[in-house]
């Protein structure tokens, strides 16, 4: 079998990769960021490999945690859901 190698994320996929990554001109993060980090539960989740590696590759390149950057991303997408 080989290896899929995911290189061009489709534009809305990018964008939201990009808008979960927070920058506040102060520097740190919101109290409400901080309150949205502590209600969380663990569970476990097959994900595909292009997927996780693509995430990895953006974390690394903007020195982030893959898996802080796949749950901002998740949280954004059902956050949007809820609002239709």
Do not use: C, G
């Not at 996929?13 to 993060?29: C, H, I, S, T, Y």
């Not at 109290?31 to 663990?42: D, G, H, Q, S, T």
């Not at 292009?50 to 997408?77: G, I, T």
């Amino acid at each position: 079998m080989s290896a899929v190698k995911y290189t061009n994320a489709p534009a809305d996929v990018d964008a939201a990769m990009d808008a979960a990554v927070r920058v506040n001109d102060d520097f740190l993060p919101s109290p409400e960021y901080f309150a949205e980090m502590l209600a969380k539960e663990k569970i476990s989740l097959n994900v595909d490999r292009h997927a996780v590696e693509s995430f990895r590759a953006y974390a690394k390149a903007h020195n982030l945690k893959y898996q802080s950057l796949m749950n901002q991303v998740l949280s954004a997408y059902a956050k949007r859901l809820q609002a239709k």
